[in-house]
């Protein structure tokens, strides 16, 4: 019996290492969040070992230009399954053209570019013309089914981007089956999760979709994405393949930090920022930069 009980101690020590750590975690999270005035959810994982850290993670959330990750995703499935091909030009029209981020606004129109070319505008620069038109392409329905058939309940696009044009009649086409539920209004373009987030970040640092191949290479789009306020924004010369959203008074980023301490990736929302203000010193991203950071210290291997 004392053998058996020498034996255990080990384990038991690892244990009550392991819930110290997360009791630690959890707190750092919680002080930094404090008395913010907004509805924070986060989901992050170390995807060497596993240890891993959820706040209201399973909750959905309206996903802003993170929902153009699954996006991309339904692109390259659909490339591997011939339905698309890479180099098919896509036309840009003025009528599909919509403000907010990106370049694609501004060129003229009848222009046309290979759709490589569109989905890198739509994930680097977060390109909202260049979003419409993919859709356009492979519809939102698909990416819906896709997510569906990956096992992901939350994550769907709801609709195109409307833009300055929301105020107008009739409204662009675009809207997805889920969409054009009343009760699915309220997520604007999209609605997710940020436990699913994550699920689609180990997947393809894992190479799970399609194949390893296609994975990378998404992943390398993501390393290009420009918008670093977010996750990573004080990690200098640490990797980061990201995609990040912003509304008036919500700020989202997906990522993995490929950190010293191991590949941490992560999937956080903000929801609820009373000031609208898309300076790069908005309050969702600093909260957002501090809990990357602690996450990263927390999830690293020593």
């Given amino acids: 019996m004392a053998l058996k009980f020498l034996a255990l101690l080990p384990l038991a020590a690892s244990v009550f290492a392991q819930t110290k ?11 930094r969040i404090g008395n913010f005035p907004g509805v924070v959810s986060v989901a992050a994982k170390n995807l060497t070992t596993g240890a891993s850290y959820y706040l209201a993670a399973s909750q959905p959330v309206r996903t802003a230009s993170t929902i153009k990750l699954p996006i991309m995703i339904e692109c390259f499935y659909e490339a591997s399954e011939g339905k698309l091909k890479w180099n098919e030009p896509i036309k ?12 694609l606004q501004d060129l003229s129109g009848g ?7 569109v989905i890198d505008l739509m994930i680097v620069l ?30 769907r696009v709801m609709r195109k981007i409307l833009g300055d044009r929301k105020n107008l009649k009739p ?8 969409g ?3 009760e699915n209004k309220k997520w604007g373009l999209g609605r997710s999760s940020p436990q ?45 393949a990201s995609k990040s959203g912003s509304l008036d008074h919500l700020r989202s980023d997906v990522g993995i930090v490929y950190s010293k301490r191991g590949p941490i990736a992560m999937a956080i929302t903000v929801e609820d920022i009373p000031e609208i203000d898309y300076g790069p010193d908005n309050a969702g991203d600093l909260l957002i930069s501090a809990l990357s950071e602690i996450l990263v210290n927390s999830l690293g291997t020593p």
Avoid: F, W
């Fill in 171 to 178: 409204v662009p086409t675009g809207i997805t089956e889920e």
């Fill in 111 to 117: 222009d046309e570019l290979p759709l490589r070319d």
């Fill in 21 to 31: 750590a997360a009791n630690s975690l959890d707190t750092a999270v919680k002080a």
């Fill in 92 to 103: 840009l029209t003025d009528e599909e053209k919509v403000s907010g981020t990106g370049i």
């Fill in 126 to 155: 977060s390109d909202n013309t260049a979003t419409n038109l993919i859709l356009n392409r492979i519809t939102g329905n698909a990416v819906n089914a896709r997510m569906a058939q990956l096992g992901l309940q939350q994550t």
């Fill in 196 to 240: 699913e987030m994550l699920i689609l970040l180990e997947k393809l640092y894992r190479g799970e979709l399609i194949n390893k191949q296609a994975s990378d290479e998404m992943i390398a789009i993501l390393k290009r994405q420009r918008d670093h306020n977010c996750i990573g924004r004080d990690l200098k010369d640490i990797p980061i």
């Fill in 180 to 182: 054009a539920k009343p």
